[in-house]
């Protein structure tokens, strides 16, 4: 297509109109036919569970195959995993591996550019949440050039190839077979069908507009992307947005174990029995590193903001200890450095023993234990200047 054909005679991008069909309609369905085939005929327990069991299954192959999988390679799989989530993942309508992992690829190398983003947060909240898919804009312009790594597995070549028989006959089938073997046709089509599909778009959709938007950011500022336990219980684990864009090659999200995150779960459970494997995790100090220097700028920030309003005693003894607490920061990442450069340099000379092996175990949890002491200290001191 030409580059005359790809905007209107306004010089709007032309509108995509099988995607704005396809939301409209089964919008429509959703919010209109759902509740009012539920009020006049009823749903069985059957449709509600296939629902919930669809949705998640779809979830769960777009963040756990789509998304860690194949966009950041954060771990390998075995071909059946891969097989299950090209299936589901088809089902869930979001498009190809193929051209899903080159968009998102594209907003991770260029978060924020309103040129170059596909879903850009800047461009506002409706756009990245859904108005980026409605229009032919040049940002979400179709690529393979960051994705020919993924091009040579030969299910995504399959999956992109077929992807639309594939995608309706899945949307279309199972719900239709699954209502016909419990005796509710239409009712499991309704809500396993419709509204699954609903729901599944729009709780990913969330993460490119509201993680975005609204929570917290721990770990960078230099992008818009937050930290929201909530956003994290609607979409499998995602939520934690913040350090997933600092740390994208990470298998995990929600790195505390009482974070909401049941695609690391999954991805980690599977480990044990081989089906995943070469899990990466960014090392607990680097975490911790990127957590305090956010926290220093922060309590920084405060004590500029409240200097006023101090008195002079008050603001020299906050200085004094806020540079005390720098000096120790930036001496135990010397120390850090120091410790890893001797063990990597032991390791290429292959003289490690088990011994200096825990020794290396013993010093590295000790720098931690300092960081994350320091980390408590600078809240305390946030806290005062709040
Ligand atoms: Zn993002
Ligand atoms: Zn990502």
């Not at 979400?140 to 399959?158: S, Y």
């Not at 509710?184 to 809500?191: A, H, R, T």
């Not at 001496?331 to 001797?342: G, H, K, N, P, Q």
Request: hydrophobic share 45%; aromatic share 14%; with cysteine.
């Amino acid at each position: 297509m030409t580059a005359m054909n790809e905007t209107t005679a306004a010089g709007k991008p032309r509108v995509l109109w099988v995607n704005v069909l396809m939301f409209v309609f089964t919008m429509l369905g959703a919010v209109v036919v759902v509740p009012w085939y539920g009020f006049t005929v009823g749903y069985s327990t059957a449709a509600w569970v296939w629902c919930v069991v669809l949705l998640y299954a779809n979830g769960l192959a777009i963040t756990g195959g789509y998304h860690r999988l194949w966009s950041h390679r954060t771990y390998d799989a075995h071909w059946s995993l891969r097989f299950i989530y090209m299936i589901l993942g088809a089902m869930a309508l979001q498009n190809s591996v193929l051209v899903w992992a080159s968009g998102h690829r594209d907003h991770h190398q260029y978060v924020d550019d309103n040129d170059r983003d596909p879903y850009s947060a800047g461009r506002g909240l409706w756009f990245s949440h859904i108005g980026w898919m409605l229009r032919r804009y040049p940002s979400g312009k179709w690529h393979f050039d960051n994705v020919r790594d993924l091009q040579k597995d030969p299910l995504v070549a399959f999956q992109h190839k077929y992807y639309y028989p594939l995608a309706i006959g899945l949307n279309v089938f199972v719900p239709l077979t699954l209502g016909w073997l419990h005796g509710d046709l239409w009712g499991v089509f309704l809500l396993a069908g419709v509204l699954r599909l609903v729901l599944s778009h729009h709780f990913t959709f969330l993460i490119n507009s509201a993680a975005h938007a609204f929570g917290r950011q721990p770990y960078t500022d230099e992008n818009s992307a937050r930290d929201n336990p909530w956003l994290a219980v609607l979409t499998y684990g995602e939520g934690y947005h913040n350090f997933h864009h600092l740390f994208a090659h990470d298998y995990r999200n929600g790195i505390r174990w009482w974070q909401w995150d049941p695609s690391k779960w999954i991805i980690c459970a599977l480990s044990w029995i081989g089906v995943t494997y070469r899990l990466k995790r960014t090392p607990d100090i680097t975490i911790q590193r990127a957590r305090l220097a956010m926290q220093f700028r922060r309590v920084q920030e405060s004590l500029e903001r409240r200097k006023p309003h101090l008195p002079h005693m008050d603001l020299e003894q906050l200085r004094a200890k806020m540079a005390r607490e720098y000096d120790l920061f930036v001496e135990t990442l010397a120390e850090w450095s120091r410790v890893t450069d001797a063990w990597y340099t032991r390791t290429r000379e292959q003289i490690v023993h088990r011994l200096e092996e825990a020794s290396f175990r013993t010093e590295t949890r000790a720098i931690l234990y300092q960081l994350r002491m320091q980390h408590r200290r600078l809240q305390l001191l946030g806290a005062q200047l709040a």
